[in-house]
T-cell receptor, first 110, second 113 residues
Framework: GQNIDQPTEMTATEGAIVQINCTYQTSGFNGLFWYQQHAGEAPTFLSYNVLDGLEEKGRFSSFLSRSKGYSYLLLKELQMKDSASYLCAYTKAAGNKLTFGGGTRVLVKP | SAVISQKPSRDICQRGTSLTIQCQVDSQVTMMFWYRQQPGQSLTLIATANQGSEATYESGFVIDKFPISRPNLTFSTLTVSNMSPEDSSIYLC??????????FGPGTRLTVT
């Protein structure tokens, strides 16, 4: 069964902030990825957290707590183009295979 | 970052036939992976393509159904054999570039009728 969970869908207003949570359970953990996927396109890399804490990249930030098996992706100043699916995935070793959550579909409304 | 191309980008195939998907990378990479994304779902790893040895398959995927080749460090193929409508999916290859970043190819959209 899947051991990495994220909400199925979220709706937010343009200009607002949305936080997408991801929880995981695994024996052996190296790091946590976030990808963005627009409909009909391949996933694009957003972030990778190995250490606890917050990493900020422009409007997007990602947080990791290894002890709690928890991560979140924070999207600020939402734009219509941010409407997409956001996938979290963990890896057990750097550069190795990914185990994905089910993805969170974010809909940004005007 | 690595630039990845896949061929074909899409195909419509009849059940019982096979399709080979190619993945080409613009630089030598150690790790290449093949994922499947069924309609409306997330990505599931099929196998890790190892250069110079047999691919490593995930639970639920077997070599007879999804044979993989990895003749060198820039190229891999995935064959979907004896297709059924349940194989209709997007198939994506990915590679590790640098220390940890993983990038995906554009995907191959397969429809089996």
């Amino acid at each position: 069964g899947q051991n990495i969970d994220q909400p199925t869908e979220m709706t937010a207003t343009e200009g607002a902030i949305v936080q997408i949570n991801c929880t995981y359970q695994t024996s052996g953990f190296n790091g946590l990825f976030w990808y963005q996927q627009h409909a009909g396109e391949a996933p694009t890399f957003l972030s990778y957290n190995v250490l606890d804490g917050l990493e900020e990249k422009g409007r997007f930030s990602s947080f990791l707590s290894r002890s709690k098996g928890y991560s979140y992706l924070l999207l600020k100043e939402l734009q219509m183009k941010d409407s997409a699916s956001y996938l979290c995935a963990y890896t057990k070793a750097a550069g190795n295979k990914l185990t994905f959550g089910g993805g969170t579909r974010v809909l940004v409304k005007p | 970052s690595a630039v990845i191309s896949q061929k074909p980008s899409r195909d419509i195939c009849q059940r019982g036939t096979s399709l080979t998907i190619q993945c080409q990378v613009d630089s030598q990479v150690t790790m290449m992976f093949w994922y499947r994304q069924q309609p409306g779902q997330s990505l599931t790893l099929i196998a890790t393509a190892n250069q110079g040895s047999e691919a490593t398959y995930e639970s639920g995927f077997v070599i007879d159904k999804f044979p993989i080749s990895r003749p060198n460090l820039t190229f891999s193929t995935l064959t979907v054999s004896n297709m059924s409508p349940e194989d209709s999916s997007i198939y994506l290859c990915s590679v590790t570039s640098g220390e940890y970043e993983q990038y995906f190819g554009p995907g191959t959209r397969l429809t089996v009728t």
